[in-house]
């Protein structure tokens, strides 16, 4: 009888250690709350985001820090680093509706960015630690011009970013480098999704970076890069080493508009990248918004100091409308296939609707291409000279089945 209680005792002690090591807590942060509150319910919730923030890097995997939506947050918080999260079990950074607050009513939690640090700032100090497994998700980004809407920096990986708005930093989202690692890390960002989200207003850049399997997939980019003519992009992937990045379901319109017109590539890679995946997204400018120099995609060189390369590449189905005068173009793109994308354009100057090369190439050339299905129709009523397909004299190239109509 003694053996069958302490058997009992037993089990029931070892149910309270699994339930207490796998419990995860939400905290919560509102307006009406204080920092002396306990923060572990919507009825005594935080009162700011950078003391909120000061308690992320002891969540256990799993937990959560949630905004109230019809809130309004500063924030002045350095960075974010966390290792107890994981790619399986992440940490949130969310909303949640709080109890005086009709759904209808519940508008996004808004935070500013008061310095020039911006907002979420995922990163380490000093040698790079490994750091995964962050969910960001129903947040309004306010930016002051400066810094960063989302920063990754340091190799961090397995990152959601899902329903954002970033609006009016220097960057919004920047999946930058690391320092030199430490035991464990490898200096990339891997598997970082951005989702669902608007980009607009950033002056610099909408995405600027690189990382190894990731996905920009069905966000809006509108209006980012306007503080220049030159190297200001709606989305901007750059970096050496990243694998596996596909770029899909994005609408972009308004690439570096500076007095008046569109100057920059809307979407441009540079670097070396292999596994590259364009496809289902519709880019576009206004008639009489887009200068020459503003093309709708470009995989191609743009540096002088080294040597850049894209292998298995595959832009397709996407829609380019009325852009500079170059709907898509790649340069030292190896096996290649740019297929069943829909071109348009009525702009007053000449235009390609896809050219390989576009640019003068480093070291690898490309080869191995493959256009077919592409419809491209364009509007040359002053005899500009537009083009649909230019390609090389030479190498392994298929070109079928595509569509070419120039109108007068």
Aim: hydrophobic share 35%; with cysteine; charged share 20%.
């Amino acid at each position: 009888m003694k053996k069958n209680i302490f058997n009992v005792k037993r089990i029931l002690l070892l149910f309270c250690l699994f339930s207490s090591s796998s419990y995860a807590q939400d905290y919560y942060v509102c307006n009406n709350g204080s920092d002396g509150n306990s923060g572990t319910s919507p009825y005594e919730p935080w009162a700011t985001f950078d003391y909120a923030m000061s308690k992320f890097g002891k969540l256990n995997a799993g937990e959560s820090i949630l905004f109230c939506r019809g809130g309004t947050f500063t924030s002045s918080y350095p960075g974010l680093f966390n290792q107890n999260c994981t790619q399986d079990v992440p940490c949130t950074i969310a909303d949640y509706i709080p109890p005086n607050i009709a759904p209808t009513d519940a508008k996004l939690p808004i935070i500013k960015s008061s310095g020039t640090n911006g907002v979420l700032n995922f990163q380490d100090g000093g040698p790079a630690d490994h750091d995964e497994g962050y969910v960001v998700r129903n947040l309004s980004l306010k930016g002051n011009g400066t810094g960063n809407g989302v920063f990754l920096y340091n190799d961090v990986d397995f990152v959601t970013i899902d329903g954002l708005i970033i609006n009016g930093f220097d960057i919004g989202m920047y999946s930058a480098g690391a320092n030199a690692p430490n035991m464990g890390a490898n200096q990339i960002n891997e598997n970082i999704v951005l989702k669902n989200s608007v980009i607009t207003n950033n002056k610099g850049q909408g995405w600027l970076g690189g990382c190894k399997d990731c996905v920009i997939d069905h966000n809006k980019f509108i209006n980012n890069g306007f503080a220049k003519k030159k190297f200001n992009h709606n989305i901007y992937i750059a970096g050496d080493y990243n694998i596996g990045i596909t770029v899909s379901n994005n609408t972009l319109y308004k690439s570096a508009i500076v007095d008046g017109k569109c100057y920059g590539v809307s979407l441009v890679v540079h670097g070396v990248i292999k596994d590259l995946t364009i496809k289902n997204n519709t880019i576009y400018e206004d008639i009489g918004a887009a200068h020459q120099s503003c093309w709708g995609i470009a995989v191609d060189p743009g540096y002088d100091h080294k040597e850049e390369s894209f292998s298995n590449v595959v832009i397709a189905d996407n829609k380019i409308i009325n852009v500079g005068n170059l709907g898509i173009g790649c340069a030292s793109c190896t096996d290649l296939q740019i297929l069943n994308n829909t071109i348009t354009h009525s702009q007053d100057f000449g235009f390609v609707g896809i050219k390989v090369p576009d640019r003068p190439e480093d070291t690898v050339k490309s080869d191995r291409i493959e256009i077919t299905g592409n419809y491209i129709d364009l509007l040359d009523a002053n005899n500009r000279g537009k083009q649909g397909i230019v390609i090389p004299d030479t190498g392994n190239i298929n070109i079928e089945a595509n569509e070419v109509y120039v109108s007068r």
